[in-house]
């Protein structure tokens, strides 16, 4: 039953995007296996960025596993549909529980997704990272494949607050979403978590910013784009003015990586 609601809801998300007139193109995906367990590794830009990374995989693997803020639970209408997908609360407070449900679900052969950013990154570069999706990977033996998507910012995301509220939806249609799946990367045994971590800092670095630098997602010629990172002539938040806006675990991997040369 469980996967016949995933596969109606997968196609609830696809009206829903056809609605809009969102064109989500991807590129990468003969990286994501079509069967056996996966950790998906994922940058995170805007809130939807779970429908975006479903429909650029659902050729390839239709039920994946996503782990989501635990607070989506407190509805019960939402609770009932997300144990059903077989999705995982995350309480940052307390990770333990997440951590062993995703480790179950590989063991029995699914795709998982997360976040290991544990937020939204208002400079639009990959913030510190959580060890978790390492240690995951190097305890069950799953590859990870290292995803970017880019597009979905301009749709609902996160930004500077104005009159202490943030930027609302913005229903424009026509909007293009690209989702990129990069090689897969493994964890050896006894591999020191902190430094794959900052190994997967950079390779999603690359990721996002290939998307990034696509001629239809950059800013017209004097475009105010606070949508777009600074570094690379946008007007969002830069790093440091970032840094006081995210809210970042204490335990994550600070950033040795990125933002990469923009010449």
Do not use: K
Request: charged letters at 20%; a positive charge; hydrophobic letters at 40%.
């Amino acid at each position: 039953m469980g996967d016949r609601i995933h596969t109606a809801v997968n196609l609830l998300g696809r009206g829903v995007l056809r609605a809009l007139d969102v064109r989500v193109e991807t590129r990468g995906t003969a990286h994501v296996p079509t069967t056996g367990p996966v950790l998906l590794a994922c940058t995170h830009v805007s809130y939807p960025d779970f429908v975006f990374v479903q429909r650029g995989a659902v050729e390839r693997r239709p039920h994946i596993r996503f782990m989501t803020r635990h607070d989506v639970w407190d509805r019960p209408w939402a609770a009932w549909f997300m144990e059903r997908m077989q999705h995982v609360p995350v309480d940052r407070a307390a990770p333990a529980g997440a951590y062993l449900r995703a480790r179950s679900l590989l063991r029995a052969g699914e795709a998982v997704c997360a976040f290991p950013e544990a937020g939204i990154s208002y400079s639009y570069t990959v913030r510190a990272l959580m060890r978790g999706v390492a240690s995951l990977a190097r305890e069950t033996g799953v590859p990870v494949v290292p995803v970017a998507l880019w597009g979905g910012q301009r749709i609902y995301s996160v930004g500077r607050p104005v009159g202490g509220r943030e930027p609302p939806p913005d229903w424009t249609r026509g909007r293009r979403v690209d989702v990129s799946f990069g090689a897969p990367m493994t964890v050896a045994p006894g591999e020191d978590l902190t430094g794959w971590t900052r190994g997967l800092g950079v390779r999603l670095t690359a990721l996002l910013e290939e998307l990034q630098q696509l001629p239809h997602h950059r800013p017209r010629p004097g475009e105010y784009a606070p949508w777009y990172p600074a570094h690379l002539g946008g007007h969002a938040p830069d790093r440091a003015e970032a840094a006081g806006l995210d809210a970042v675990p204490r335990s994550a991997v600070r950033p040795t990586w990125g933002p990469l040369d923009p010449s």
